[in-house]
């Protein structure tokens, strides 16, 4: 399984930016379909953002369309998730994690997670 390190969070403004990084070692990175997921306290952890391997198809979750935008750099076993035009409810732990299937918005696919990332937007 990848080893995968979150990082880039922070504490915000509404209508601020971040870029998150997902760092991945220990498994042929460029393989697989990464995917950014999200959890809210006392909330369930959500699909936000999925990549596939090479980078050509994309899926977001509509809360964040227009808003969010995945990419990866095999080159340097790295996926991003830019987000702009963040609002309070992004507060979130933000997770990346690996799939060997195609890019897709559940959860139980993806089986190599990171330990998260803080996200946090005041309004």
């Known amino acids: 399984q990848a080893q995968l390190v979150e990082s880039g969070g922070g504490l915000v403004q509404t209508g601020a930016s971040l870029r998150l990084s997902c760092v991945a070692s220990g498994r042929t990175f460029r393989s697989y379909t990464v995917g950014w997921f999200r959890q809210a306290p006392e909330m369930s952890r959500e699909f936000v953002a999925g990549?596939?391997?090479?980078?050509?198809?994309?899926l977001y979750a509509d809360s964040v369309k227009g808003r969010f935008t995945i990419s990866r750099d095999n080159t340097k076993n790295t996926v991003y998730l830019q987000m702009n035009s963040l609002k309070p409810e992004d507060t979130a732990v933000y997770y990346c994690a690996t799939s060997p299937i195609a890019v897709v918005s559940t959860r139980g696919v993806y089986d190599s997670w990171g330990q998260g990332t803080q996200v946090t937007v005041s309004s």
């Open positions: 990549i596939n391997w090479s980078g050509g198809r994309t």
